[in-house]
């Protein structure tokens, strides 16, 4: 996995569940997609889908799915062994979901920004860069 790229964002699902509910900060995140290098993790997809699963059923879960999937963005599929220890390391000494210590990790290995809007990214705003957009509340894993 690289670490090469500078600059560039990593999208958490609530940016992308924002973006498809248009959601307060959605313009933000369009914006993004249009103008920069964006990094989604498989975890976010499997986030997304999960919660649109529940929330909407099948039909809407495959209708995101497939609209994500068709984003200008690099997937990435694969986790190594750095980004496991330090998704370990954010996990243990911060108050973050496990998915969320994934993400965060990426963000790190992968010198991004990380896009979001969940508050409980905050406790990791010395570890990774942040830009919040307007919390509407926390996921549900």
């Known amino acids: 996995m ?31 997609l249009r103008q920069e290098k964006i990094i989604i993790p498989y975890i976010v997809l499997m986030e997304v889908y999960y919660i649109s699963l529940r929330e909407s ?40 979901s496990f998915a969320d210590a994934i993400i ?4 790190k290995s992968f010198n991004v920004i990380l896009v979001h809007k969940d508050p409980e990214y905050e406790s990791l705003a010395g570890e990774v860069e942040l830009l919040a957009l307007p919390f509407k509340g926390t996921l549900m894993e």
Request: glycine share 4%; charged share 30%; proline share 1%.
């Open 2 to 32: 690289s670490c090469e790229m500078a600059n560039g964002y990593i999208l958490d699902s609530s940016a992308l569940i924002a973006l498809m509910e248009e959601e307060e900060g959605h313009e933000t995140v369009a914006d993004l």
């Open 57 to 96: 059923g099948q039909q809407e879960a495959d209708r995101r799915w497939a609209m994500i999937k068709r984003l200008p963005v690099e997937f990435v599929w694969e986790i190594d062994e750095a980004t496991v220890r330090t998704a370990a390391r954010f996990k243990a000494l911060h108050r973050v």
């Open 104 to 107: 965060a990790a990426y963000a």
